[in-house]
């Protein structure tokens, strides 16, 4: 069964902290993704991962950094967070047919 | 860039009848990819159709949608709604190289007995 992980589910951490959260697929995909989610938005892309050491900015990137060393892992690292960083935030992997499985989310309140 | 306009907010329906949620796109490449993802409350969004070919309808789960590339349009439909089909509903584009989505805001159907 394809799967895509992330881990926390929920956080809640204070302005100026740094976050760390992380993504995992168990279907070799290359392709991976990083979205947030905000009422009224949709869905925005905040960066892509081609592979290992292989990633590009996204629609807005600002304020957020990734790090992929392993195929089925994908970070998303914010250093200092702010309180517009509060959001639902996705991870996602592509097949070779184009389809994006989505993970669970987290949900992340930055106070 | 590319960009993707939906039915905006909420539409709501009483159940039994028909559904549509209109999608239209912008792009500057010729062989577009278009997709409707559904998101339940609390839960992930999961691809419910996907389209690459024009003038072709495509089927799901009862929904069906064609791609019309001469209107750049991606409408999705259903004869009759169900309690069920309550959720978030995005249409995407694929173009240029196929990585990456564009999604447009969202729509939420509410269906109501």
């Known amino acids: 069964d394809m799967k895509v992980t992330q881990m926390p589910r929920y956080l809640i951490k204070r302005m100026g902290e740094n976050v760390l959260l992380e993504c995992g697929q168990d279907m070799s995909h290359e392709t991976m993704y990083w979205y947030r989610q905000d009422p009224g938005l949709g869905l925005q892309l905040i960066y892509i991962s081609y592979d290992v050491d292989s990633n590009s900015e996204g629609d807005i990137p600002k304020g957020y950094r990734v790090s992929r060393k392993k195929r089925e892992h994908f970070s998303l690292i914010l250093d200092s967070a702010k309180t517009n960083q509060t959001s639902v935030y996705f991870c996602?992997?592509?097949?070779?047919?184009?389809?994006?499985?989505f993970g669970p989310g987290t949900r992340l309140t930055v106070l | 860039g590319d960009s993707v306009t939906q039915t905006e907010g909420l539409v709501t329906l009483t159940e039994g009848l028909p559904v549509m949620l209109n999608c239209t796109y912008q792009t500057i490449y010729s062989n577009p990819f278009l997709f409707w993802y559904v998101q339940h409350l609390n839960e992930s969004p999961r691809l419910l159709l996907k389209?690459?070919?024009?003038?072709k309808r495509t089927e799901h789960q009862g929904f069906h949608a064609t791609l019309h590339k001469s209107s750049s349009s991606f409408h999705l439909q259903k004869s009759s709604a169900q309690l069920s089909d309550s959720a978030l509903y995005y249409c995407a584009l694929s173009a240029s190289g196929y990585n990456k989505l564009t999604f447009g805001k969202g729509t939420v159907l509410l269906v109501s007995p």
């Open positions: 389209s690459f070919t024009d003038n």
């Open positions: 996602a992997s592509r097949d070779r047919v184009y389809e994006q499985y």
